[in-house]
């Protein structure tokens, strides 16, 4: 493993701790100790449920960077793009869902998007070092 992959992957497995209490927090909102609205029930579940998946895909995918020929900005892309998506897709949900008695998402949702858009950059970038260095 690379030291650039070893280095990312230490901070995605720290990042779990965010996860983690995120989890317990869903554990409150589940059991009803934590009053929310419907959309909070639902974007939380969504934050929480996005956070674990996309922090699972980003440390993987710093084995798949190595296997690739890809350098510089390509490789920076690759190894960090599903990481930061894994920031910025959860963030949108939990904290466009803030507020007493919120009902619609306020304009952090905008983050949406653009997580998406690291998403589909970094992995589109690692697919096509894949393909190439086969």
């Known amino acids: 493993m690379s030291s650039e992959s070893q280095v990312m992957a230490g901070i995605l497995f720290l990042s779990l701790v965010a996860v983690e209490s995120g989890g317990a927090f869903m554990l409150r909102v589940v059991r009803g100790r934590q009053p929310t609205t419907e959309l909070q029930r639902s974007f939380f579940r969504a934050g929480h449920a996005h956070a674990g998946m996309f922090v699972t895909l980003a440390l993987v995918s710093q084995l798949f960077v190595d296997a690739t020929d890809l350098s510089g900005g390509f490789a920076w892309v ?47 970038t690692l697919g096509v070092g894949l393909l190439a260095a086969a």
């Open 78 to 124: 690759a190894r960090s793009g599903i990481a930061i998506a894994a920031i910025l897709m959860p963030a949108a949900f939990f904290l466009s869902a803030l507020g007493r008695d919120a009902t619609e998402p306020n304009r952090l949702v905008v983050l949406l998007p653009v997580g998406a858009a690291f998403l589909a950059v970094g992995a589109a």
